[in-house]
């Protein structure tokens, strides 16, 4: 029997204002809440709201029998958490079904993975814990920022105690293997790969519409049928979309929520069961190991790490980022670490792409800049007021090891003056009890002797009335 | 083609645009241009075109001998073509101010007189349209329009004009009545019209009312410079120098620039700015400089000429180009190539085709600031600008300019049958 898993996915990055160098050590406030507000709320109008009432309404009519995969980003979450509370509750709704697996991933849809692997275990805990805290579902299955990939993060990911990784099944990558099987890892076997059907998502999410794509209309009857057709041994089709797929790249006159309502019918016709991630990986064996040597993801056409990391100015603003990784990780103060979080976004590194073929455009599509030259302008602006803010906060000549033992030093001063405090009391119960005049401690004598002194002055204070 | 200057003689960009125009036009084969000055120096080049200097164009008969000629002007032009010139006479010219061998004296600059010299200029082309065979007309900027109507009416050959400027551009509005007659009789005569940016094409259109279908873009290219040249030694300096060249007028927008500095300078006192050129609005500028309390870091270079631009752009980390309307703006293009990055502004032409560089409107001093500051403090951004946009320029060229026109003349020919 066939399985299918629907992943949909949740990510808003907090964009960034207009900020120009004369602000760096003035204006510590880095975001764009009109525009943030703006896309949030037309977004969940078109697109989340719709989808996630669609799925509920699944749902209720299938029962066990559809079930997929949500993965929503902690910065999205805080997003939806200021700008549309209302979403939070339908999503709770769908979390209570128990038909949806929350995938685990980085809290801001960062790159730290490649760049930090102490920042990336951060990250994830981060994330988990706010999924936790809301849903109180732990998630045990790992999906990257955009599916990036390779044997280093597999690795990690295994550290951390990760079963399963989603990632990129794009056909130069796996060259005549199929997607649709379970792999493992070829760095670490016990970690298994599930690995997104390009095709058959991207008929979905780029060709649904399309008028003069020749197997237009697509329906949900057909679209069984073709993974039907998928030769009996391969088992476990993965359907990897971003949510806003679904009411605003397909706007909902295109029959796209129609569309998805019946998908369940027609797999049931089919015999296809829809399940998560974990149960397909429970009923299935890694048929072979997958070597990535080299990043992939699922962006752009190259399906690599150049979406991001392609071109001088995004490696140095990344090198500039993570470059006080460490500084931050010892710091306490609450507001530096939120604007820590939002500037990790992989978003504001997409924005700064120079690719001017066909996956420019993509990029451009979505940057709230007209230039990637503007786009790492305004973001190392910010940079460098966030780098002030963080020296600020502990000299710079100190060497991040001599800082972090003096800091040491300083959190464990507290348990020792506890500890000496205590052992104070009971030397001084100890003293009080043996012999009450004698052996008295000096801190007592002090103790005693100021507060005799008010009870004086308020005699005196009497006796000058009088 | 009838234009004013050409390359080594030039006081603005249009002298090398015409000069890279017809050397990319030739380049693409099968082409027989003649291309007239009012005065050459003898040193131009001319294995890709035969040059007719206005001034050594008879248009009054006098008898004088081949040694004659060869000793007077024979640097210029062989002395047959100055008989075969001289067979074309159409009338009587001996009223006017002429020389020993019937020729009118020409500047070849922008005199006082210019409005005269233009006159003469179309008189002369009188003669040569009777004396060399063509197939099409091509005048440069408005200067030649007159001249390229009057052999157009000479020999039925249908004529493109080439707007390199119009005076909307020069005056920032103020138009001149009687340049803007002659432009625009040249735009009406014209079979068609070819305009160096969208931008142009757009006042073209709107400001003097021509039919858009017979306007057309053929954005501008750059010449590859040298090895000598983009060898140039790069002082290694502890302060960036960011550069300003051309015209102090106010069609450049020179005073945004000081104003931007300014706004640098309050953050960063490591950058220096150079105002290189001179112009109506060179002594406003200083004082402005002095006003903001920058002149210690705002230097004034006055004209440079020649291999003085290059050595400018070589020891510069910055090219910026605030212009207020620039029909097309050649200098960026020379800048990226000699690998300045370069801030332009959104209303110049070379903004349509330029991918790295930073665009900013001129206006916006404060994005021009932070464009300034940005170039100069993060290294990989002059790094990617840089190395980027010499690739990019090296696509940019004159060659695949002049096989548009060459379609354009194809398509005027072609209406014409």
């Known amino acids: 029997m066939k399985n299918i898993c629907f992943y949909f996915k949740i990510h808003q990055p907090f964009r960034l204002k207009r900020y120009r160098f004369f602000d760096i050590g003035n204006d510590h406030y880095y975001y764009?809440?009109?525009?943030?507000?703006?896309?949030?709320?037309?977004?969940?109008?078109?697109?989340?709201?719709?989808?996630?009432?669609?799925?509920?309404?699944?749902?209720?009519?299938?029962?066990?029998d559809f079930k997929f995969a949500l993965s929503i980003t902690g910065t999205?979450?805080?997003?939806?958490?200021?700008?549309?509370?209302?979403?939070?509750?339908?999503?709770?709704?769908?979390?209570?079904?128990?038909?949806?697996?929350?995938?685990?991933?980085?809290?801001?849809?960062?790159?730290?993975?490649?760049?930090?692997?102490?920042?990336?275990?951060?990250?994830?805990?981060?994330?988990?814990?706010?999924?936790?805290?809301?849903?109180?579902?732990?998630?045990?299955?790992?999906?990257?920022?955009?599916?990036?990939?390779?044997?280093?993060?597999?690795?990690?990911?295994?550290?951390?105690?990760?079963?399963?990784?989603?990632?990129?099944?794009?056909?130069?990558?796996?060259?005549?293997?199929?997607?649709?099987?379970?792999?493992?890892?070829?760095?670490?076997?016990?970690?298994?790969?599930?690995?997104?059907?390009?095709?058959?998502?991207?008929?979905?999410?780029?060709?649904?519409?399309?008028?003069?794509?020749?197997?237009?209309?697509?329906?949900?009857?057909?679209?069984?049928?073709w993974i039907a057709a998928i030769p009996e041994d391969e088992q476990v089709i993965n359907l990897y979309f971003s949510i806003d797929t679904f009411g605003s790249f397909l706007p909902a006159e295109s029959g796209i929520f129609d569309f998805m309502r019946a998908i369940p019918r027609f797999a049931k016709e089919h015999e296809i069961s829809l399940v998560t991630p974990?149960?397909?990986?429970?009923?299935?064996?890694?048929?072979?190991?997958?070597?990535?040597?080299?990043?992939?993801?699922?962006?752009?056409?190259?399906?690599?790490?150049?979406?991001?990391?392609?071109?001088?100015?995004?490696?140095?603003?990344?090198?500039?980022?993570?470059?006080?990784?460490?500084?931050?990780?010892?710091?306490?103060?609450?507001?530096?670490?939120?604007?820590?979080?939002?500037?990790?976004?992989?978003?504001?590194?997409?924005?700064m792409s120079t690719k001017n073929l066909d996956d420019g455009a993509a990029h451009s599509s979505f940057s709230p800049y007209d230039s990637p030259f503007s786009a790492f302008t305004n973001y190392m602006n910010v940079?460098?007021?966030?780098?002030?803010?963080?020296?600020?906060?502990?000299?710079?000549?100190?060497?991040?090891?001599?800082?972090?033992?003096?800091?040491?030093?300083?959190?464990?001063?507290?348990?020792?003056?506890?500890?000496?405090?205590?052992?104070?009391?009971?030397?001084?119960?100890?003293?009080?009890?043996?012999?009450?005049?004698?052996?008295?401690?000096?801190?007592n004598v002090e103790k005693t002797d100021k507060s005799k002194m008010p009870s004086g002055t308020r005699k005196s204070n009497r006796q000058s009335r009088k | 083609m009838f234009g004013w200057e050409f390359p080594p003689h030039i006081l603005g960009g249009?002298?090398?645009?015409?000069?890279?125009?017809?050397?990319?036009?030739?380049?693409?084969?099968?082409?027989?241009?003649?291309?007239?000055?009012?005065?050459?120096?003898?040193?131009?080049?001319?294995?890709?075109?035969?040059?007719?200097?206005?001034?050594?164009?008879?248009?009054?008969?006098?008898?004088?001998?081949?040694?004659?000629?060869?000793?007077?002007?024979?640097?210029?032009?062989?002395?047959?073509?100055?008989?075969n010139l001289r067979d074309h006479i159409y009338d009587d010219f001996n009223y006017m101010k002429l020389n020993d061998l019937g020729c009118i004296e020409f500047s070849g600059r922008y005199p006082d007189n210019i409005l005269e010299e233009i006159n003469n200029y179309s008189i002369v082309a009188g003669v040569i349209a009777r004396t060399i065979d063509c197939d099409i007309i091509h005048s440069h900027d408005w200067l030649t329009y007159p001249a390229g109507i009057h052999a157009k009416n000479v020999t039925g050959k249908p004529l493109v004009i080439h707007v390199h400027a119009t005076d909307f551009d020069r005056s920032?509005?103020?138009?001149?009545?009687?340049?803007?007659?002659?432009?625009?009789?040249?735009?009406?005569?014209?079979?068609?019209?070819?305009?160096?940016?969208?931008?142009?094409?757009r006042t073209v259109i709107e400001k003097y009312g021509i039919d858009p279908s017979k306007v057309t873009t053929v954005h501008n290219a750059v010449i590859p410079l040298d090895e000598e040249t983009l060898n140039l030694p790069r002082h290694d300096k502890k302060d960036k120098v960011v550069t300003f060249?051309?015209?102090?007028?106010?069609?450049?927008?020179?005073?945004?620039?000081?104003?931007?500095?300014?706004?640098?300078?309050?953050?960063?006192?490591?950058?220096?700015?150079?105002?290189?050129?001179?112009?109506?609005?060179?002594?406003?500028?200083?004082?402005?400089?002095?006003?903001?309390?920058?002149?210690?870091?705002?230097?004034?270079?006055?004209?440079?000429?020649?291999?003085?631009?290059?050595?400018?752009?070589?020891?510069?980390?910055?090219?910026?180009?605030?212009?207020?309307?620039?029909?097309?703006?050649?200098?960026?293009?020379?800048?990226?190539?000699?690998?300045?990055?370069?801030?332009i502004s959104r209303q110049s032409g070379c903004?349509?085709?330029l991918n790295n560089v930073i665009k900013t409107d001129y206006w916006d001093i404060d994005a021009m600031a932070d464009a300034i500051h940005a170039i100069t403090n993060y290294p990989a951004l002059y790094h990617q600008l840089r190395n980027d946009g010499i690739e990019e320029i090296k696509g940019i060229t004159w060659e695949k300019a002049g096989k548009k026109v060459i379609d354009i003349y194809e398509k005027v020919i072609a209406s014409r049958q």
């Open chain 2, 14 to 83: 249009l002298g090398t645009a015409s000069y890279g125009l017809t050397k990319g036009m030739h380049a693409n084969g099968d082409m027989d241009i003649t291309f007239v000055i009012p005065r050459p120096w003898g040193d131009e080049e001319r294995d890709f075109a035969q040059i007719i200097g206005a001034c050594n164009t008879p248009v009054a008969w006098r008898d004088v001998s081949w040694d004659y000629v060869e000793s007077r002007i024979g640097k210029f032009m062989s002395p047959q073509t100055y008989f």
């Open chain 1, 278 to 351: 974990s149960e397909a990986v429970k009923k299935l064996k890694p048929v072979g190991e997958l070597a990535i040597p080299y990043p992939i993801s699922g962006t752009d056409e190259a399906r690599d790490v150049s979406a991001w990391k392609g071109n001088g100015l995004q490696r140095e603003a990344l090198e500039k980022l993570y470059s006080v990784a460490e500084r931050v990780s010892l710091c306490s103060d609450k507001r530096l670490k939120q604007d820590w979080e939002y500037l990790q976004s992989s978003d504001h590194f997409y924005y």
């Open chain 1, 76 to 225: 999205a979450i805080e997003q939806i958490q200021l700008y549309v509370p209302e979403l939070i509750d339908e999503l709770k709704k769908l979390s209570d079904t128990g038909c949806v697996e929350f995938l685990s991933e980085t809290y801001s849809h960062s790159l730290s993975s490649l760049e930090d692997p102490e920042e990336f275990i951060r990250e994830v805990k981060a994330h988990d814990d706010l999924i936790w805290q809301l849903f109180r579902k732990r998630p045990e299955v790992f999906t990257n920022t955009e599916l990036i990939y390779d044997d280093d993060v597999a690795l990690l990911l295994n550290s951390m105690g990760f079963h399963t990784a989603v990632t990129e099944g794009a056909k130069h990558i796996l060259g005549w293997k199929s997607p649709n099987y379970l792999y493992k890892a070829a760095s670490c076997p016990s970690l298994s790969l599930l690995l997104t059907n390009d095709k058959l998502s991207e008929d979905i999410s780029r060709r649904f519409a399309k008028t003069d794509w020749d197997e237009y209309p697509l329906t949900a009857d057909k679209y069984m049928g």
């Open chain 2, 245 to 343: 060249l051309g015209r102090i007028t106010m069609q450049k927008g020179p005073e945004y620039f000081v104003e931007a500095a300014a706004k640098v300078l309050k953050k960063d006192r490591n950058i220096r700015f150079v105002m290189a050129g001179s112009g109506d609005m060179m002594e406003d500028m200083i004082r402005l400089a002095a006003r903001r309390g920058i002149a210690d870091r705002f230097h004034f270079t006055g004209f440079l000429k020649g291999k003085e631009v290059y050595e400018m752009l070589a020891a510069s980390d910055v090219y910026i180009m605030p212009s207020v309307s620039e029909p097309f703006g050649i200098s960026p293009l020379e800048a990226m190539e000699m690998g300045v990055p370069s801030i």
């Open chain 2, 351 to 353: 903004a349509e085709i």
């Open chain 1, 383 to 443: 940079l460098a007021d966030f780098i002030v803010r963080v020296q600020e906060q502990f000299p710079t000549e100190i060497e991040n090891e001599e800082l972090n033992s003096l800091l040491l030093t300083i959190r464990n001063q507290a348990a020792e003056i506890d500890q000496l405090n205590k052992e104070v009391n009971t030397l001084r119960t100890n003293a009080i009890n043996s012999d009450e005049n004698d052996f008295l401690p000096e801190v």
């Open chain 2, 172 to 201: 920032r509005g103020n138009v001149n009545p009687t340049v803007f007659a002659i432009e625009r009789d040249g735009m009406e005569h014209a079979d068609h019209i070819i305009t160096v940016s969208d931008l142009s094409r």
């Open chain 1, 32 to 64: 764009d809440d009109f525009a943030n507000d703006e896309i949030i709320s037309r977004l969940a109008e078109q697109s989340y709201f719709p989808m996630v009432r669609t799925l509920l309404a699944m749902i209720q009519e299938y029962g066990s």
